[in-house]
T-cell receptor, first 114, second 120 residues
Framework: ETGVTQSPTHLIKTRGQQVTLRCSSQSGHNTVSWYQQALGQGPQFIFQYYREEENGRGNFPPRFSGLQFPNYSSELNVNALELDDSALYLC?????????????FGPGTRLTVL | AQKVTQAQTEISVVEKEDVTLDCVYETRDTTYYLFWYKQPPSGELVFLIRRNSFDEQNEISGRYSWNFQKSTSSFNFTITASQVVDSAVYFCALSEAAFNKIQGAQKLVFGQGTRLTINP
């Protein structure tokens, strides 16, 4: 086990609603990354947080936003949910944001949008 | 632009057979890192290995081995004497130093994954 935890495990929402997903990083890690994995696809980078600030973003619209707290845990918020947002959302923590550090993933939150 | 291709969508073999998972990558960066992750049905991505672009030595860890060839932009993964517990989806991923330098973030770019089924 990586020590990275995510909650909730599963979530069902309807189109137009808002959702918040949570991630607790591995002890000692100050960097959290979020990925979206659609069914049958590889994970896609959403953004990364380092010391409470967003420091890199993939091709996702602004309705995807996040927060990182002083204890380095993190939230992913998605507004105005669309059907295509249905996916497994994975959080990963790393020691720092350096390219040399390995990202360790949590078990994910499976979001279904109806 | 960075890209990772895993051409094998699904592979099915009988237990104890050897199996190789292919990974081809594209990058214009000279410094980059390659990864393999395993995703069992539980969904969690399990880290297997990381290699940097300057180290082309092949690596062996138990029944697992990795062959990195810059000349063909490939980073293939072989499981020797496969076991049922090896059944999972395997992902190859790439991280570029340039993105890290410009954006200050580490972004993993994943392939589509290869679903490996080991039959008893």
């Amino acid at each position: 086990e990586t020590g990275v935890t995510q909650s909730p495990t599963h979530l069902i929402k309807t189109r137009g609603q808002q959702v918040t997903l949570r991630c607790s990083s591995q002890s000692g890690h100050n960097t959290v990354s979020w990925y979206q994995q659609a069914l049958g696809q590889g994970p896609q980078f959403i953004f990364q947080y380092y010391r409470e600030e967003e420091n890199g973003r993939g091709n996702f619209p602004p309705r995807f936003s996040g927060l990182q707290f002083p204890n380095y845990s993190s939230e992913l918020n998605v507004n105005a949910l669309e059907l295509d947002d249905s996916a497994l959302y994975l959080c990963a923590s790393s020691l720092t944001r350096e390219v040399t550090d390995t990202q360790y993933f949590g078990p994910g939150t499976r979001l279904t949008v109806l | 632009a960075q890209k990772v291709t895993q051409a094998q969508t699904e592979i099915s073999v009988v237990e104890k057979e050897d199996v190789t998972l292919d990974c081809v990558y594209e990058t214009r960066d000279t410094t980059y890192y390659l990864f393999w992750y395993k995703q069992p049905p539980s969904g969690e991505l399990v880290f297997l290995i990381r290699r940097n672009s300057f180290d082309e030595q092949n690596e062996i860890s138990g029944r697992y081995s990795w062959n990195f060839q810059k000349s063909t932009s490939s980073f293939n993964f072989t499981i020797t004497a496969s076991q049922v517990v090896d059944s999972a989806v395997y992902f190859c991923a790439l991280s570029e130093a340039a993105f890290n330098k410009i954006q200050g973030a580490q972004k993993l770019v994943f392939g589509q994954g290869t679903r490996l089924t080991i039959n008893p």
